[in-house]
């Protein structure tokens, strides 16, 4: 058996192929089959773990873990107790529709964007007993040799033993959008961050091109992709905003209740009521504060929020995490795959005369037009132009092929780049190829810094070489007339750098003589031609999304691995930063502290060169200073700050699964765009929580006033229990339903965020609510005295005053339907659902005065028209008090701006 492999976590880019090797108790052959089997025991198997999805039963459960819920089932329980079993009854059939329609709902969301663990499940080319054999690669042990070739996903953390001409794309692992070149011989000489270990493959990452064989030195949870996806399993994730609000408000609601029970109970005591009627009319107080349509009501708009984002191709796993998107403050953003769509594309290029050339379009698609002096230009118009196209179509190894109406591309981003410039250009590769067939080639290695390729050029009978690198490289391999012209193209190319473009070089050369059977000569004395750059560019609709959400007062930052200059340049035509001082490097960072931290958010908008934990730490800084945050991304590397974020947006094309497991909402079109758009029905959504709560606070609050007013003045209880449970559940609880189902009224995005500590009962709220319980109570109080003064029964006043509280309800909703607009300007015809949901409260209650079986329950008859009229009347101050409140408050408003 091979030696004991060493348990200490090595620097494995700090060893030689042999080293490594030799450490892990391997040789080039591979391992046996059997000491195989022993370390897949002893490692386990290579994959992440997966949380299983929680059942049904499990989902429905923890509905019902709320304080709210707790202060509802204290009220079945205490009816029940007094012998109420109607009473217990409705309230535990509300608290079970609740759980089922919630439980539903998360059930359905959960199972729509459950994340699959697929990064490690796969096939792998090993060399087990000196055969190359394919294996699953969920079986790879440390110590396996592994053979890896362009298209393949990388299967576990590799110490590269060979390469040729390699190119890794790791963009999910680091937020780099441009490959990186592999070396097996490089040895760093000391442990080195993940996107500097040229010569390693991480597990997760994608071969663009090239050959490798590496040895195995992590699976599992133990290669850098495990370990962030460890870190999002250990994390506690932060409380979606509704969550802390309704907390905070249920706890409000809880003491009011026993406040308002020991207040009028001693009142009634003082006025002459016996305890037994004190404890029969707590109940009542209890029911009337309680929202029992509450929980169903959040429920439904949070559902109904679900639906409409969904449209909008926003996709949430849990329904609090709705209104959240709405809540924030600050929009944390990877740059690649997200604001960019991680496709390199050629938009400048000088020629080496100085030229300016302009491109056009965006992605690997090749729709766009190539521009000089503001016209667009195709083959034929510049020979220099001519030959640079061609030089960059002829040394690739891309391919860019339409089939059956859809555009297919495989290969490194640069070429594929480079293959939609000739498209654009009227240079297709496969045109120019049969002209100029390659003969030989120099793949790019990292001491050269360049690629060349070699072409009989047939229609001259010589051989052409075409080289493309980097702009100091080609300066040196290139031929200039004076020393000048050297300068003023490197001056050039610092320029474009300056700009955020990827800068390439491109000479072409001819052979005085024929290439031989071996190595081709090196590049020397070309023809320079000019400089190509290319960006990631933007994703579309990504600017104005920025500008979206300036206007509506939520911050932009922008966090990336990319290069500074890129991230600036990026974030200037994004609109999220405009100077070097608002660009921070992440190796600038240091050892800073949290306060160092807290001022860097508060001052700066673009974190360039950032690894996985400093993005983590930017999140938990803005935290601090205030912000509600969130984080958007794709990568692995973005999994930590989404799962810190108090709302975590996943891309769900192009992102990863340990990504998606971290978030709570799920962008299925990818596009940064969709998320302004959850922002705005989050908004909504958070605008119809209020507005159910206040309907349901407002009318409990009038039956509360009505129930002390009339005690305090001497009358006898003027509504019993049954009739409360009746006109919150039955009658109301239609009409909040429907409430929630109200549309956006079309300002949301122009406001500025709420406060993150704003309480749900703001300023405007509890002076609406008092207004209304003044009124109402007010008016209930004197029209239950006058008709019990007319001669009327108490069980025909009683009567009356609950129909005068049902029609209260049904106008109610109405002036509900916004804070600040007046009801005049709100078309019902908006909302046709909520026009349904009040005619059938209102028959529900004309039925019940006119069925025996409610007429008993709730001890109702049928009434005249004339009381119908008068009941009217009494209606209509309610709308004159809230219209009157509501032009006040947006008089406060203009004040304040």
Known sequence: MSKQVRETQEAWETLAAEQALDVLGTTHRGLGGEEARQRLARYGKNELPASEPPPFWLIFARQFKSPLIYVLAIAAIISFAIGEVVDAGFIAGVLLINALIGGVMEWRAERGVRALQTMLRAQATVERDGRARVI??????????????????????????????????????????????????????????????????????????????????????????????????????????????????????AIAIVGLVLLTAALGLVRGFSAEEMFFLGVALAVSAIPEGLPVGLTVVLAIATIRMVRRNVVTRHLPVVEGLGSCTLIISDKTGTLTVNELTVRQIRLVDGTAIEVTGQGFLPDGVVCLDGEAVMVGHNQVLDDLVRAVVLNNEASLIEAEGRWEW?????????????????????????????????????????????????????????????????????????????????????????????????????????IDSGRPPSPKDLRFLGLVGMIDPLRAGAKDAVERAHRAGVEVFMVTGDHPLTALAISRELGIAHGEDKVVAGGDLGEATDKDMEELVRTRHVFARMAPHQKLDIVRAAQRVGHFVAVTGDGINDAPALQAANIGVAMGKAGTDVAREAAGIVISDDNFASIVNGIEEGRVAYDNIRKVIFLLLSTGAAEIALLMTSIAVGLPIP?????????????????HLALATEPNEGDVLERPPRRPNEPIFNRLMIERILLTAVVIGGIGTGLFWWLLEQGWTEFA?????????????????????????????????????????????????????????????????????????????????????????????????????
């Open 410 to 514: 495989r290969g490194d981003p640069t070429d594929i780049a480079l293959l939609a410039l000739g498209h654009k250009y009227g240079q297709q590769r496969e045109v120019v190829l049969p002209e100029e067939p390659c003969v030989a080639q120099i793949p790019f290695e990292p001491e050269n810094r360049y690629s060349a390729t070699f072409h009989s050029v047939l229609r001259a009978s010589t051989t052409r070489v075409y080289v493309k690198g980097g702009p100091e490289r080609m300066l040196e391999l290139s031929a200039f007339g004076v020393e000048a012209e050297r300068e003023a193209l490197r001056t050039m190319a610092h320029e474009m750098a300056a700009q955020g473009f990827r800068v390439l070089a491109i000479s072409i050369g001819d052979l005085e003589e024929p």
């Open 719 to 735: 509504i019993t229990p049954i009739q409360i449970l009746w006109l919150n559940v039955a009658t109301n609880g239609i009409q």
């Open 136 to 253: 699953e690669a969920e079986e790879l042990v440390p110590g396996d040799i592994v053979w890896l070739e362009s298209g393949l996903r990388v299967p576990a953390d590799l110490r590269l033993i060979q390469t040729t001409g390699l190119n890794v794309d790791e963009s999910l692992l680091t937020g780099e959008s441009v490959g990186v070149v592999k070396d097996a011989a490089w040895v760093a000489k000391m442990a080195s961050p993940a996107a500097d270990r040229r010569n390693m493959a991480l597990a997760g990452s994608i071969v663009i091109r090239g050959r490798a064989q590496g040895v195995v030195v992590a699976t599992g949870l133990r290669t850098v992709l495990g370990t962030i996806a460890g870190d999002v399993l250990e994390a506690e994730p932060a409380r979606p905003p509704l969550v802390v609000r309704m907390e905070r408000f249920v706890r409000m609601v």
């Open 797 to 897: 006043a009683r009567n009356a005053l609950l129909l005068f509280l049902v029609l209260f309800e049904n106008v109610h909703v109405g002036l509900a339907r916004s804070e600040t607009k007046s009801v005049l300007r709100l078309s019902p015809l908006r909302v046709p659902i909520l026009v349904g949901a009040v005619l059938i409260a209102q028959l529900m209650h004309i039925g019940a005065m006119y069925l025996p079986w409610t007429q008993g329950l709730l001890e109702v008859e049928p009434v005249p028209l004339t009381t119908w009229l008068l009941l009217l009347m009494c209606v209509m101050p309610i709308v004159l008090t809230i219209e009157a409140h509501k032009w006040l408050a947006r008089r406060r408003a203009r004040k304040q701006v």
